[in-house]
């Protein structure tokens, strides 16, 4: 089979990096993929993953880390063991919107808070009920593309100090340079800016959780956090894992300059993108206020029409741009900017709508 595409700017899965070829045969030809994950060799695995994971994103030492199937998963953990009544939950778009509804399934108490995708949060603004054990927030809105910067959430944790706080990073952890002591607990998937393919999610959190569910104390569910944690502390999973996804998060850290150079580079990479499509009268970004723009998924609306006819052109021109999703699966486009992602291959797509 021919390759598939010349640039691929779904915003995921996404483009992996190019080195994970190599990364998975190695896997394959170290025996790697055969291991028993109750062994010391998967022991060790998890450990240097951990460390070296934590030391690109500056994760206090003290936090903890379990791997799960995906980010989603993360949602149902979240709500069915670590909130005894309710969670509180901020939202702009649609990926938010379905943690808010998939956390009311399981906890009838559950409440949310809508803010236009033009808005900037202000902890002050916020009517946050005293008994939401939680304040869950969307950090970049994969659906709309727009971020809360480091700055709102901290904002948000000294006005709430009594209030736990759980971030979505699923689409911009490992390209955002984020303030991991301004929550208690973060999640995300490897198959956006982490470049790996998917299958394979990652909880951050802190003591406190981890005292919270010992609080709560759920251990009715196969994935109950109980369980996870008491594998944690022995550096092994809950679950059979993903060893080739853990693997490869392994191998990935031989690449990968530090975070505060991977966050320069994408958001002046943004800059550059937002600058160049003002030039378009045919569509514009989603959010009006610059200050909400996500510098890792940049999503753009537009009639209908234009926006099925110009997909269709880049296709043709081998490039993958990302569909529209939920309120603006029709009138949008999105382009992943994601560190795996060539600076050949943003100039290859601006190449096709200087042609376009």
């Not at 002050?124 to 869950?136: F, G, K, M, R």
């Not at 993958?320 to 797509?349: C, H």
Request: charged residues 20%; negative net charge.
């Amino acid at each position: 089979m021919d390759k598939l595409f010349k640039a691929n700017f779904y915003p995921g899965p996404s483009r992996l990096y190019d080195e994970v070829a190599d990364y998975a045969s190695d896997a394959f030809k170290k025996g790697i993929l055969s291991i028993n994950h109750r062994s010391p060799v998967f022991e060790d695995l998890f450990r240097l993953t951990k460390e070296r994971l934590f030391t690109y994103l500056n994760v206090p030492k003290d936090y903890h880390l379990v791997f799960t199937s995906s980010a989603t998963e993360c949602w149902e953990i979240i709500s069915q063991s670590l909130v005894e009544d309710s969670s509180f939950h901020l939202y702009n778009g649609n990926f938010g919107k379905k943690w808010f509804e998939y956390a009311g399934k399981i906890n009838q108490n559950t409440e949310s808070a809508y803010f236009s995708p033009n808005t900037l949060i202000r902890p002050e603004d916020l009517n946050v009920p005293l008994d939401s054990e939680w304040i869950c927030v969307t950090q970049n809105e994969t659906s709309n593309g727009t971020q809360v910067h480091n700055e709102t959430i901290a904002a948000i944790r000294k006005a709430f100090p009594d209030q736990f706080i759980a971030v979505d990073a699923t689409s911009s952890m490992a390209g955002v340079d984020l303030n991991f002591t301004d929550a208690d607990l973060w999640f995300a998937s490897v198959q956006k800016c982490f470049g790996l393919p998917a299958g394979l999610g990652i909880m951050i959190f802190s003591d406190a959780v981890v005292k919270k569910s010992q609080s709560v104390s759920e251990s009715n569910h196969y994935n109950s956090f109980a369980n996870f944690i008491y594998n944690e502390k022995k550096n092994q999973t809950h679950i059979t894992p993903n060893v080739m996804g853990i693997y490869l998060l392994f191998r990935l850290f031989d690449k990968l300059e530090s975070i505060k150079e991977v966050d320069k580079k994408i958001t002046e990479r943004a800059k550059h993108l937002y600058s160049y499509f003002q030039g378009y009268s045919e569509f514009q970004p989603i959010t009006q206020n610059h200050h909400c723009y996500s510098s890792t998924v940049l999503a753009f609306e537009g009639e209908p029409g234009f926006i099925n006819d110009l997909k269709k052109a880049a296709s043709q021109h081998g490039i993958i741009l990302g569909n529209g999703y939920g309120d603006w699966k029709n009138t949008s486009f999105r382009i992943a900017n994601f560190p795996a992602i060539p600076d050949s291959e943003v100039e290859q797509l601006i190449a096709f709508f200087d042609q376009y």
